[in-house]
């Protein structure tokens, strides 16, 4: 089956036989028509069969699945012998705010139902989300880590889930949790017992070949491959030299009038420098990466959904799973290596049914991932032409390369032909303030940061940082007496 271009189709909710507490939750809601993925998802999926979906974000995938367990919960009886904190339903999703969306559109729809919904996800209150299998759960929304961990201590079982939904399949894989996944599904009751649901951005052969393992024949939904990334998002590209990257940036963003953007960069580094500078330039901007809190990224994505930061700058494990809605513009600062985060990057804007821009920079050092991205998507993306107007002039600003480790005799690290301090002064000393954390370069020239053998072998950074050796002799020979530390 293939997904339509249209935003919405002329097929009407009420014309589905839904219970009427979810219509009078639709009608309030302001929800009267389908898009094309609820007008193939739910006509089968109520009729309790099995399906693999292909969809983006923001095309209304989340009211497909829980309108389908919802109508089913509503309207067939819970096993007899189930206990009130073992739920009907399952719905894992990759990330937290994914989790926490669907629990949104979840009380929406279902609000004039009886049904109660459970959240479970890592890094907030432990006890406080554990007391909510006391109260009873029909519905348990949340990501793989944190449920397991619930269903490991016994504070809930899943023989009466008789919906399993897999929300974002793909990032699944990604992010590493298909173990997880996999466990939650084995737990569950058989396939022949239960109902499946999964979407996922892309359905590869990996994504299909979990769907065939834990489901019941499914029926594959899939989008036209030149709708992958969306029919509304206007998508262009720019070939800039990397140092006009960032005052290109500026220029688009003053020229566009991007009121709400976000900017993705491959690395944290490259957050945390262009945050730093757009705020200089009094661009209201805020960096969004991995390592985060769970508090503090409620709070940002917040501030940003409320107007008050123009600029979210993020990384890929950052902003997956971001539901933010306006989201104007989206810039690939750097082009993702992998094609299918392109697609969830763009899939920020344009979301139900509005229009948006995806702006990307190929410059020499990431243009090599285009051609594999237009591949993916099944088109070429339009060449965008650099008009001098468009460089902002910003003050001089160059990228400076991510902190690299040294080596543990406290010195820099050696050149390409293994002398200690490899070239210049090489004065020794502590490290600058500003590189004594970080990750190692990933830049092609970094080298030669090998602990010595003496470190590796006891672990004694401080011994290894202090070596006991001499300076080397003059001599014409050229094998000095004892082996040279740093000059100095």
Partial sequence: MRMSEQVLTDVDFHSLDLHPNLLKGLDEAGFTRLTPIQALTLPPTLKGEDIAGQAQTGTGKTAAFLLSLMQRLLTKPALAERKPGDPRALILAPTRELAIQIHKDAELFGAYTDLRLGLAYGGIDYEKQRRQFADGIDILIGTPGRLIDYYKQHVYTLRAAEVVVLDEADRMFDLGFIKDVRYMLRKCAPREQRQGMLFSAT?????????????????????????????????????????????????????????????????????????????????????????????????????????????????????????????????????????????????????????????????????????DIEQFIGHKIDTASIDPEMIAKTPAFHFTRPPRKTDRRGGRPGDRSGRPGGGGSGRRGPKPRSEQSGAASSAPDAGGDKPTAAAAKNGDEQAAAKPRRRRPRSSSSDKPTAPPASDS
């Fill in 203 to 371: 359905l590869s052969y990996r994504v299909m070949e979990l769907a065939y393992e834990h489901m019941n024949s499914p029926r594959k939904v899939e989008a036209e491959t030149e709708t992958v990334t969306g029919a509304r998002v206007v998508q262009s590209v720019y070939f800039p030299a990397s140092e006009e990257k960032l005052p290109l940036l500026v220029g688009l963003l003053d020229k566009m009038d991007a009121k709400r953007s976000i900017v993705f960069v491959n690395t944290k580094h490259a957050a945390e420098q262009i945050t730093g500078k757009l705020n200089q330039l009094g661009l209201p901007t805020i960096a969004l990466s991995g390592d985060v809190p769970q508090n503090k990224r409620q709070v940002i994505l917040g501030r940003f959904a409320k107007g008050e930061l123009a600029i979210l700058v993020a990384t890929d494990v950052a902003a997956r799973g971001l539901h933010i809605p306006e989201v104007s513009h989206v810039f690939n600062f750097d082009l993702p290596h992998d094609p299918e985060d392109y697609v969830h990057r763009i899939g920020r804007t344009a979301r139900f049914g509005a229009s948006g821009d995806a702006i990307s920079f190929a410059c020499d050092r990431y243009a090599i991932s285009l051609p």
